[in-house]
């Protein structure tokens, strides 16, 4: 994989041979993968990912014409995949993504990974945006989670596996992002709570990593720099990975290859568990 410059602000495309490919019984089209938030960055990645590993895979996305762009890269690569138009802020558009995806096969895999970004401190933040996003990066996940949850324990073995895309933010917080940092340590709760009740069969998961090169976090560079009065470059560089021991974004292809891993019969033990992928921002001192 080419190096890339910790200043380079555009999102990467994915090539075949950054996708990690696994062997796994589970890994067939007659198994759905639905993947939220499918439309571009680490959505586009995953789901990518998983129609490459043979999964038929279902991507959500309020955003038709990136969500059938995904849907035409990952057949490009060979897999099955269909978007589904979806407003995750809409019970009624959730329901029936969830109904349309249980027809193609057995729902097995969720990755929950939709998210929105808001600069702002607390006694600041707009409450218009504080509710969008608790319903978009938490009520919507749980709800996706309980739905496919009933389809799960109605199949065959009753197996099936949640990821959620956590972050950094979910084991710590940083200034002007109070929002982000309750849901992501929400959705640790969640797959915790998931773990806790599945009993070994219906295993749930977080990714908590530092910046990636997705539009989510590329986007928000200006809004930093206004709010911390630097310059965008000094944002990138001081303050996105300024903890990092590797100065560079993460790619949204490594972190889809990390919800392929969990999903896996490797990954049979991480029931609850948190893949910490952070280039030690968090641990390290």
């Known amino acids: 994989m080419a190096t890339r410059k910790p200043t380079d602000t555009k999102e990467p495309h994915i090539q075949q041979e950054e996708i990690l490919f696994l062997k796994d019984d589970s890994f067939n089209h007659d198994n759905v993968c639905v993947v939220s938030g499918a439309g571009t960055g680490i959505g586009r990645a995953t789901a990518i990912a998983a129609a490459a590993n043979n999964l038929m895979t279902v991507g959500l996305d309020i955003n038709a014409e990136e969500g059938k762009k995904t849907q035409n890269l990952a057949r490009e690569l060979g897999g099955q995949m269909i978007y589904i138009q979806t407003d995750l802020t809409q019970d009624a558009d959730i329901e029936s993504a969830v109904s349309e995806a249980a027809k193609l096969g057995s729902i097995r895999y969720v990755a929950n990974i939709a998210g929105i970004q808001h600069i702002d401190a607390v006694d ?28 799960m324990k109605q199949s065959s073995d009753g197996i099936g596996v949640i990821g959620h895309m956590a972050s950094i933010h979910a084991h710590i ?21 998931i773990s806790a009740e599945g009993e070994g069969k219906i295993r749930s998961f977080t990714i908590s990593t530092g910046f990636v090169k997705t539009p989510l976090a590329l986007n928000q560079i200006p809004a930093q720099a206004e709010q911390r009065g630097i310059t965008r470059e000094a944002v990138v560089r001081d303050v996105m990975m300024g903890a990092s021991r590797i100065k560079e974004m993460m790619s949204p292809i490594e972190v889809a290859n990390l919800f392929i891993f969990g999903f896996s019969r490797h990954a049979r033990y991480l029931i609850g568990g948190d893949l910490l992928f952070d280039g030690g921002v968090v641990l390290t001192y």
């Open 124 to 151: 600041n933040f707009p409450m218009e945006k504080y509710d969008l996003m608790q319903r978009l990066m938490l009520r919507a996940p749980f709800y996706l989670s309980k739905l496919a949850i009933a389809h």
């Open 173 to 193: 917080c940083t200034k002007n992002k109070p929002v982000y940092n309750i849901t992501k340590f929400g959705l640790r709760a969640l797959s915790q709570s």
